[in-house]
C-alpha cells in the first residue's frame, strides 16, 4: 500500500503552472527575508560571502523524506563554513512549529526549520515533491533543482548507495566559483499538496 501523502493530487498538478524561475532580480533578492520557527529573521542573500542558498522541502511524515535526514544534518555541518545556507522547508499545513520541532529533534537536524504553508518559497523554487531541493548561487540564480542524489531510482527501487550526489556536486562547483546552468533532476517522494492555494487566493 502506498504512503498515504505518495498519493499525487492530479487535479492540484495539473492546475499548477510553476514556470521555471530564472532567478531572483536584484530588489527581489534583498526583500526576500522570512522567519524560522524560532523567531529568527533569514535574509539569505544579504551576505558578499554566501556561495549558495538551499531550500530543502521536506515532510515529517514522508518515508522517503525522512530516510535523508541524516544525509541533510551531514551537508549542513560540512557546508555551512564554506558560504552555503541550508534552510529546511516544511510545506505541508499539517506541520505546526510544534511539530516541525519534534520531527528535527527525532531526527537530529541542525539547520533552521522554516514554514511554507503559503507556498511562496515552494512556488519560487518551483518544488514539487518532498524531499527536492532547491539551490540559488549567491546572485539569486535559481542553478539546481532536483533530487538529493539517486539513492532512490523510483518508488521502491532503492539502490545499495547513491553513485550521484546531485546536491553535493552542485555546491562543490558553486563554492569553487564555477559558473553553473541551470539543472533539473527527478525527485522521488511525496507530492506537495497545492489543493487549496486557489482557494487561499481568491
Known amino acids: 500500500m502506498n504512503h498515504p501523502r505518495q498519493i499525487i493530487w492530479l487535479a492540484s498538478l495539473l492546475a499548477l503552472t ?5 532567478g531572483l532580480t536584484a530588489p527581489a533578492k534583498e526583500k526576500l527575508v522570512f522567519t524560522d520557527i524560532n523567531g529568527k529573521k533569514h535574509a ?13 522541502f521536506l515532510l515529517r511524515d514522508c518515508p522517503v523524506s525522512n530516510v535523508y535526514t541524516p544525509e541533510l544534518s551531514r ?4 557546508y555551512s563554513g564554506k558560504g552555503v545556507s541550508l534552510y529546511l522547508v516544511h510545506p505541508d499545513r499539517d506541520t505546526d512549529a510544534k511539530a516541525a520541532k519534534a520531527h528535527a529533534i527525532e531526527y537530529k537536524l541542525n539547520a533552521p526549520l522554516v514554514l511554507d504553508h503559503d507556498h511562496k ?6 518544488a514539487e515533491v518532498m524531499p527536492e531541493a532547491a539551490v540559488y548561487d549567491g546572485k539569486g540564480l535559481l542553478v539546481y533543482r532536483g533530487r538529493i542524489d539517486n539513492l532512490y531510482a523510483d518508488f521502491g527501487k ?3 548507495k547513491p553513485t550521484r550526489r546531485d546536491l553535493r556536486e552542485t555546491l562543490d562547483a558553486l563554492i569553487a ?3 553553473l546552468a541551470k539543472r533539473t533532476t ?3 517522494g511525496c507530492y506537495i499538496d497545492f489543493s487549496n492555494d486557489k482557494k487561499d487566493n481568491k
Not at 18 to 22: D, K, M, Q
Not at 75 to 78: A, F, K, V
Request: proline letters at 5%; charged letters at 25%.
Open 18 to 22: 510553476c514556470a521555471w524561475p530564472s
Open 44 to 56: 539569505p542573500f544579504a551576505s558578499s560571502k554566501i556561495k549558495a542558498v538551499v531550500f530543502l
Open 75 to 78: 551537508i549542513n555541518r560540512e
Open 121 to 126: 518559497l515552494t512556488h519560487l523554487a518551483g
Open 158 to 160: 532503492k539502490r545499495a
Open 177 to 179: 566559483g564555477k559558473r
Open 186 to 188: 527527478k525527485a522521488v
